[in-house]
């Protein structure tokens, strides 16, 4: 999977204690992500032996493959293979996005970084793991604090939804025949933010392509991520019901039944000031599902022991929800 390990031998043998990150990061948005956290192990290790300090156990640094999904779209990839939660074939025959036809094998063999040795917690086992890394976020400025202790990572559910209408020329189709993907899949990302924060969760849209993608053509496909976030398993697994039920209505040209409930009042109309059209159908893949994990009382207490604190739940997904201990 390209992992990259080192491992620094202690007084006696048994597992490392790891700190470590990815290198990988997002198109923009990521300066630092997770290199500070690589950086940092290098560092740890490199102080240790410039001080000729004996460890009683191993220590050392990692780097996971495709932390970010940003290329190939699962988070945590190779940490999820290490941990036994990804099956090798499929992380492996990931296909890169935005319709190239590299997988994730073919990327790794072109790069010499396939490797022999398994993906796998029985080959490299761990004690422990830490993370140095940036918020990317406000918090901790608004705080003013410089340092947040970590106490575990939202729960996140990646899906794609397709949307389908049928193309027609822009000029010569009156509204009422319309069939239209793209205003339909406009409907849902906007409820799809509606209904986030009725449940006090989150919900994003960051890639979108239609078809046949041309002026004068009312577009008759389109395909958008979804990912929604929460702390809670149970609020997203309520999310995730509310917005398949409503997703359908609202394809079909109706009112979003779940609203009625959530948000008050009938339900929710989101083609309000709208001329109806033809209805579309919608189909989900589930990509990606990620439970809450809650990180150890040790390692937080270490963490906390050493430096001034603030307390966090992660917003992000970190390639340690692998590995929690």
């Known amino acids: 999977m390209g992992n990259i390990f ?65 290329r190939f779209p699962i988070s945590m990839v190779a940490s999820g293979v290490w941990s036994g939660d990804i099956p090798l074939d499929r992380a492996h025959n990931l296909r890169e996005v935005g319709g190239g036809n590299a997988t994730m094998r073919s990327e790794l063999e072109r790069i010499g970084y396939l490797g022999k040795t398994p993906a796998s917690h029985d080959a490299m086992p761990m004690a422990a793991h830490f993370e140095l890394h940036i918020e990317q976020g406000p918090i901790l400025e608004t705080e003013q604090k410089k340092i947040g202790v970590v106490q575990g990572v939202q729960a996140y559910r990646w899906f794609t939804i397709d949307v389908t209408g049928r193309d027609c020329h822009t000029g010569t189709t009156p509204f009422p025949t319309r069939s239209d993907a793209l205003l339909t899949a406009t409907k849902l990302i906007l409820h799809s933010h509606r209904l986030a924060t009725a449940h006090f969760a989150l919900a994003s849209t960051g890639i979108l392509t239609l078809h046949p993608g041309s002026t004068n053509t009312v577009p008759g496909r389109v395909r958008f991520s979804l990912d929604i976030r929460s702390p809670s398993d149970s609020v997203l697994d309520a999310l995730e019901d509310a917005l398949r039920t409503d997703f359908s209505a609202i394809a079909r040209g109706d009112a979003a039944p779940s609203s009625s409930t959530l948000l008050g009042g009938a339900g929710t109309d989101v083609s309000a000031g709208c001329t109806r059209g033809r209805p579309c ?24 022991a050493a430096a001034g604190w603030y307390e966090q739940t992660r917003g992000l997904t970190r390639d340690y929800a692998k590995y929690a201990f």
Request: hydrophobic share 40%.
């Open 6 to 70: 080192a491992v620094r031998p202690g007084r006696r043998e048994g597992p490392a204690t790891f700190a470590g990150s990815h290198l990988d990061t997002q198109p923009t948005g990521g300066r630092y992500d997770g290199i500070l956290g690589v950086t940092a192990g290098v560092e740890m290790l490199k102080v240790l032996s410039e001080n000729w300090v004996e460890t009683e156990f191993p220590v050392g640094v990692v780097n996971w493959t495709n932390e970010e999904g940003a």
């Open 281 to 304: 159908e919608v189909a989900w893949t589930t990509d990606s599902v990620s439970p809450a994990v809650l990180f150890h009382d040790d390692t937080i207490a270490c963490v906390r």
